[in-house]
């Protein structure tokens, strides 16, 4: 009997692997050759490919190095020891040629590593609650919204799945019989988390806890208790799991711990322009309903509940990880649903507990019990399964801003001279696999007017495009011959938002002394357009999308003369400080 249930459980742990790989790599070179993920353009495979004409220290420790790593290891994994065909010969030279091969592959690894943790929470709660547990955990993770559109980006967040179940486990184990193996495996499993997101590293509270409680318990003076040297052999496997994954950041502490300070004080003292302001500790709780599931939430609280009826000190010490997560993230004063993530194997083993349990209720056969658990589990995962084929099939198609860029490369010659707001890579504007660099699209003029405006902000304000606009620039654009205009509504509405007084003017005034020429939607015809949202307008989530993209419209200016090629550099000053230093409108009556 024990056989075929086994050959049962395997069968269906492969086939949520298939299903879950499907719904990650499906489309999975959207939007290439152009990144229009911020993080994913400029955290982690631009630095894996950097190593790879260099030495391992990736020079930057925003974000710890694990994810930057495996990127690594997978780019010479497939190109060189297998050998795949590159168009430009070597990565280096693909990755600036064309990189839509190289995000393939660490889009792939991201999804990779997912499925890793989505087993490694089968595991963890086949062996804390039983195997019906696991599987049900196993199968929330896979298919919870947030974790597939994470799986889609080349960036870190669901590689931390793993660990963090790893620690949770680790920490169970400590709390039940308290050996020092325990202790490591939950320190270690805690500084891998770290190696891969900083805010995973909470997932050491539960052994905190747990060591805590025996710790308290145990006679004799306090440095000779037990509990006290295995917290202290915790806290060395998270050190060195930790120095596994980002070596580096011993080696340059000061430089590592600076760009971590920026990335708090960024986090937690500057509010994103135009995000809602009803606050985190709101916005989080509102993101489990989509990004885990309604159904999902309901299941972990109820979850939670019968965790804490059962052993009250257990349940307190696993709680104490999403609850200070919460608490820590909601207090920023920007917020974004995927700074949750790290919670979510955690939440998953919390709804299968509950899942399990209404199950195992029915008073009937254990062949109705298992029926009624798998009815449960696929009401459940109806959204968010919904989510992910849905979103696939939206980023199977072409992206509003591809569609700008085609038309405009196909209506006028190179070298032209266009505004386009900053929701677009650098790349964007190149001839794609000229190494010479030519210019399809010439954006030097609107890039020094940024500059300068963040020149002259004053010290600590916001600088960001949206409040370098005034309605003088349309003059600027003039004279200089940049008659064309494309606005993005993931820009717009920051200003809209945020109710910028003279960004809305520019807005105003670019309306009336322009025509406008072309309108990319991402919506489906007859749905109202989605608001900015710092999830939706980038993930797609609300049914209204058809497309990738923000909303785009292109306007000619009415009366200007459209130039063509690099804007002139005026000097700002013959003497001083300013001799030699320029923009490319720094002249007399344009500025």
């Known amino acids: 009997m024990r056989r075929p249930r086994a050959l049962l459980v395997a069968a269906a742990l492969l086939g949520m692997g298939a299903a879950g790989f499907y719904l990650r790599l499906r489309h999975n070179g959207y939007g290439l050759p152009y990144v229009y993920n911020y993080d994913e ?5 631009n630095h894996s490919v950097h190593m790879l004409g260099s030495d391992l220290d990736p020079g930057y420790y925003q974000n710890p190095s694990g994810f930057t790593y495996l990127g690594y290891f997978a780019l010479r994994g497939v190109y060189g020891l297998l050998g795949a065909h590159l168009h430009y010969g070597t990565i280096g030279r693909q990755f600036k040629g064309n990189d839509t091969p190289i995000f ?9 590593l997912a499925m890793a943790g989505m087993a490694t929470v089968f595991w963890v709660g086949r062996r804390v609650w039983g195997t019906a547990v696991g599987l049900v955990a196993a199968a929330l993770l896979t298919f919870a ?9 080349a960036v870190t967040d669901v590689a931390a799945f793993l660990p963090v179940a790893l620690s949770l486990y680790g920490a169970v184990l400590v709390y039940e019989r308290g050996r020092w193996r325990d202790y490591l495996l939950a320190g270690a499993g805690a500084g891998l988390a770290v190696g891969f997101k900083y805010t995973a590293g909470l997932v050491i509270l539960p052994t905190l806890v747990a060591g805590g409680l025996r710790l308290w318990r145990e006679p004799g003076p306090l440095v000779r208790r037990p509990a006290l040297r295995a917290l202290v052999l915790a806290g060395a496997g998270l050190v060195v799991a930790f120095a596994i994954t980002t070596p580096y950041f011993f080696a340059h502490p000061v430089r590592a711990l600076y760009q971590i300070k920026n990335q708090a004080s960024a986090a937690g003292g500057t509010a994103k322009l135009g995000q809602s302001q009803e606050g985190g500790f709101v916005y989080y709780l509102k993101s489990f309903t989509w990004g885990f599931g309604w159904a999902a939430i309901a299941a972990a609280i109820a979850g939670a509940v019968l965790e804490l009826r059962r052993d009250r000190r257990r349940a307190l010490m696993l709680l104490s990880f999403p609850v200070v997560l919460y608490i820590y993230m909601g207090a920023q004063s920007r917020y974004f649903g ?4 790290p919670m979510y194997p955690l939440l998953a083993l919390l709804a299968a507990v509950a899942i399990v349990w209404l199950a195992r209720g029915v008073p009937a056969r254990q062949l109705v019990q298992v029926l009624v658990g798998a009815a449960a589990l696929a009401a459940v995962l109806v959204q968010p399964l919904a989510a992910d084929v849905r979103t696939a099939t939206v980023l199977g198609r072409t992206d509003t801003r591809q569609i700008l860029r085609d038309y405009l490369a196909a209506h006028y010659p190179r070298g032209l001279r266009v505004v386009i707001e900053p929701a677009v890579p650098d790349s964007y504007y190149d001839v794609g696999g000229d190494f010479n660099r030519r210019k399809q699209l010439i954006s030097g003029f609107v890039l020094d007017i940024r500059r300068q405006a963040g020149a002259d902000a004053p010290e600590g304000t916001n600088s960001t495009y949206a409040t370098t606009l005034q309605s003088g620039l349309i003059d600027r ?8 205009v494309a606005t993005m509504s993931v820009i717009r509405g920051r200003a809209e938002n945020a109710q910028l007084p003279e960004a809305l003017a520019y807005y105003r005034r670019l309306e009336r002394d322009a025509t406008q020429i072309l309108h990319v939607t991402p919506f489906k015809r ?4 989605v608001p900015l949202h710092y999830d939706f307008s980038y993930d797609y989530y609300p049914t209204a999308y058809y497309r990738p993209g923000p909303d785009v419209r292109l306007y000619r200016l009415k009366g200007c003369r459209q130039q063509y090629g690099r804007a002139p550099i005026f000097p700002a000053g013959t003497r001083g400080l300013d001799k030699g230093e320029g923009t490319s409108y720094l002249r007399s009556g344009l500025r």
Request: proline share 5%.
């Open 145 to 153: 919204f947030l974790p597939v559109t994470y799986s889609r980006i």
């Open 104 to 112: 393939e592959v660490t889009r792939g690894l991201a999804a990779v």
């Open 526 to 529: 007859g749905r109202k357009p």
């Open 41 to 45: 353009a400029t955290h982690f495979t």
């Open 338 to 341: 995927r700074w949750m993530l």
């Open 477 to 484: 654009y003039r004279q200089s011959g940049f008659c064309l």
